[in-house]
């Protein structure tokens, strides 16, 4: 079982900086693979980006490529996602999700998820 708390998020301008933390329970949080996805009002919850458990070749979106950034740290049971040079159709509230099995950019794909965190990015 794996518990996930998301944390970071908050109200930035267009340009500006945000880094969320995804901070898990579990001793084998080590071996899960681990996502963001992001939920506007009104839209369909979509991926945003997603690592490993070794913290090798991290998927994203086209719209987020070198903006945002996914790490992990597995001593700490910690993914991070840097966010810069935020836009406002970057608002939306961003969950973290983990799974035991391969990556997938299909939310109902992932076993595990955390409550979200609010991303506004005011224009």
């Known amino acids: 079982q794996v518990q996930l708390v998301e944390s970071g998020g908050g109200l930035v301008q267009a340009g500006g900086s945000l880094r969320l933390s995804c901070a898990a329970s579990?001793?084998?949080?080590?071996?899960?693979?681990v996502g963001w996805f992001r939920q506007a009002p009104g839209k369909e919850r979509e991926f945003v980006t997603a690592?490993?458990?070794?913290?090798?070749?991290?998927y994203y979106r086209d719209s987020v490529k070198g903006r945002f950034t996914i790490s992990r740290d597995n001593a700490k049971n910690t993914v991070y996602l840097q966010m810069n040079s935020l836009k406002p159709e970057d608002t939306a509230v961003y969950y973290c999700?983990?799974?035991?099995?391969?990556?997938?950019?299909?939310?109902?794909?992932?076993?595990?998820w955390g409550q979200g965190t609010q991303v506004t990015v005011s224009s």
């Open positions: 999700a983990a799974d035991k099995s391969r990556i997938s950019r299909d939310y109902m794909s992932w076993d595990y």
């Open positions: 579990g001793r084998t949080f080590s071996t899960y693979a």
């Open positions: 690592i490993t458990w070794s913290g090798d070749s991290p």
